[in-house]
């Protein structure tokens, strides 16, 4: 048998072999034997920048507007207040924080009013119902004691005795609504709806409070025992000034069914917060439309598909980006809390993740090619001989692809469990720090894990290949003297 000539000049035709992946695996994880404290700190590095690398994926990957949704449903909110602002440029503000670095430049807002045009604007866009509301900050802005003959140990006495009953002696607003937006509530209009600023309607828990002692109009005393005895009756209203006021008829009583335990749920929740709007239909005084020229703000009922919730709550969400000057409107109901700061903690903490996985996951692939190019140094006499044999470039990259490729493997599997874990904590943390966020912000996301393998083949290949590009045009001869030197 004529031997073939390894020492010979001439250029040796490769890429003819075809390595066993069985034995070129083999070659490959012999590697793992040396360098160990390099080998460990490697996937170490690599580890924390996936981990990190994952964390910004995944919450770039969230749907703030479907979890805002599924816990508005779940909590059962049936209205929500929207409110309209503006973002404006102050000149005289210097940000000196973090926050534009981190993406979150911290604009100033002022809160604007509402018009008949934001009502309609919104009707077009998601067809719910909106009511127009007036009320600023004070529980007895809208005063009638003038008209009310009970005093307050009767109206405390009326409560005892039927305690399923709610009396309220004063309102905290004015709301505007239509009766096809009654009727889709299901409210009922005994009478009917006022129709100008002369008029208003008011609702059973006002009309409760008229049954116990009767009402006082023009000092004289109307006993009431029915919705239509106080229909075409005047009340004095005053605006938190009592004594003072206008004279309003009744055109009718809006029947919501709110018992003493609806209206406590909405007005003195147990977690209640102060500063907190919980906004209801239950303790407003109806009027027509016309009767404010700008209002405070709108009163909306929830869409009753999850679909169209979230379509509404993405709006109103992408309306209000801090990067963007101009006017916005802002969703409030008792679910709402924590859900704005939430996402702009996570939002903030996907770009520090994202910074520093970056410099951990450049230093990892620096080290991992370092320790592929260690590796080939310390075989590149077997590699010279491979070469010789007629290995390609395609197999030395399947020898040390495959050892990477089991690295890799086992670094997956551990930045997996790292991220099932970590969703939770980061809810937890967002949960923490986002001041009254009830809901998990942050899933577990398919996208983000899928990208997240992609960029870890990516890193293998480059820390695979770049090692080995200066060898593909070396002679077997070359690579043999190279490793007898070494």
Known sequence: ???????????????????????AFKIGCSNFRHHRFRLFSTILLLVIAFSLLGVSLTVAFMDPAEAFAEAMI??????????????????????????????????PSRELQMTMEDVEFLQS?????????????????????????????????????????????????????????????????????????????????????????GLIEDE?????????????????????????????????????????ACYAEHNEPAERVDGWDWETYHDKIFVSQDYFEEWTYALCSTPLSKAELANMIGFIMDSS??????????????????????????????????????????????????????????????????????????????????????????IAGITLIVQIFGVGWFNAFLRTESRRLTFDLVSFSLPAILILVLIMAVVAFASCFIPLIHLRKLEPTTIINKGQIK
């Open 1 to 23: 048998m004529k031997l073939r000539n390894v020492y010979s000049t001439r250029v040796t035709p490769r890429g003819t072999s075809k390595l066993p992946l069985r034995i």
């Open 74 to 107: 779940r909590d059962g909110i049936e209205f929500s207040a929207i409110y309209k602002k503006e973002h404006y440029e102050d000149p005289n503000k210097i940000d000196q924080s973090l926050d534009q670095f981190l993406g979150e430049p911290l604009t």
């Open 125 to 213: 866009k998601f067809g719910n119902s909106y009511a127009l509301v007036y009320g600023p900050y004070s529980p007895t802005i809208c005063s009638f004691q003038n008209s009310v003959a009970a005093t307050v140990t009767q109206i405390i006495e009326a409560g005892k005795k039927n305690p399923d009953a709610n009396y309220l002696p004063h309102a905290n607003g004015f709301i505007a609504m239509t009766a096809e937006e009654c009727e889709r509530l299901g409210y009922t209009v005994v009478g009917r709806l006022p129709q100008n600023t002369d008029e208003i309607a008011i609702n059973e828990c006002i009309y409760n409070v008229f049954t116990i002692a």
């Open 220 to 260: 004289q005393l109307y006993k009431i025992s029915a919705y239509a005895d106080i229909i075409g009756h005047k009340l004095t209203i005053s605006m938190g000034l009592p004594g003072e006021g206008e004279l309003k008829t009744i055109t009718g009583v809006v029947i919501t069914s709110c018992d003493r």
């Open 321 to 410: 980006d801090p990067h963007v000057l101009g006017e916005y409107y802002t969703i409030t109901n008792p679910t709402v809390y924590g859900c704005f700061s939430g996402v702009s903690l996570a939002s903030m903490s996907k770009m520090l993740a994202l910074y520093l996985s970056i410099i951990f996951l450049f230093f990892a692939t620096l080290l991992l090619s370092s320790f592929i190019f260690t590796s080939m140094q310390r075989q590149m006499k077997q590699i010279g001989i491979l070469s010789a044999l007629g290995a390609g470039f395609k197999d030395l990259c399947i020898v040390y692809g495959s050892a990477i490729v089991a690295m890799c493997g086992v």
